[in-house]
């Protein structure tokens, strides 16, 4: 079992910036990749961003250039999202998940990111 708790979520307005983290516990030798998901309301949930166990990074296409994503190396269990340049269409509740054999199998419980016009 993984327990992921999220932290950083907030009301900002468009153009400015916000920063996620995501502490892993339990079994996390396991884990191949952590990501970031968003769902806003009436929409999908879909991938913002991920980083793999070697380091190497994805992210949706909307969001490349503005956010980033990364490890705290010394707290190997704690990844971060750096989001710039918000914008009213980033709102949403975003989600840490624990990737296993390349699937999302455990969730945080989510943080509420609001962007204002």
């Known amino acids: 079992q993984v327990q992921l708790v999220e932290s950083g979520g907030g009301l900002v307005q468009a153009g400015g910036s916000l920063r996620l983290s995501c502490a892993a516990s339990?079994?996390?030798?396991?884990?191949?990749?952590m990501g970031w998901y968003r769902q806003a309301p009436g929409k999908q949930r879909e991938l913002v961003a991920a980083?793999?166990?070697?380091?190497?990074?994805?992210y949706a296409d909307s969001v490349k250039g503005r956010f980033t994503i990364s490890r705290d190396n010394a707290k190997n269990t704690v990844v971060y999202l750096q989001m710039n340049s918000l914008k009213p269409e980033d709102t949403a509740v975003y989600y840490c998940?624990?990737?296993?054999?390349?699937?999302?199998?455990?969730w945080g419980q989510g943080t509420q990111v609001t962007v204002s016009s």
């Open positions: 998940a624990a990737e296993i054999d390349l699937a999302p199998r455990y």
């Open positions: 339990g079994s996390i030798f396991s884990i191949d990749a």
């Open positions: 980083i793999t166990s070697g380091g190497n990074t994805n």
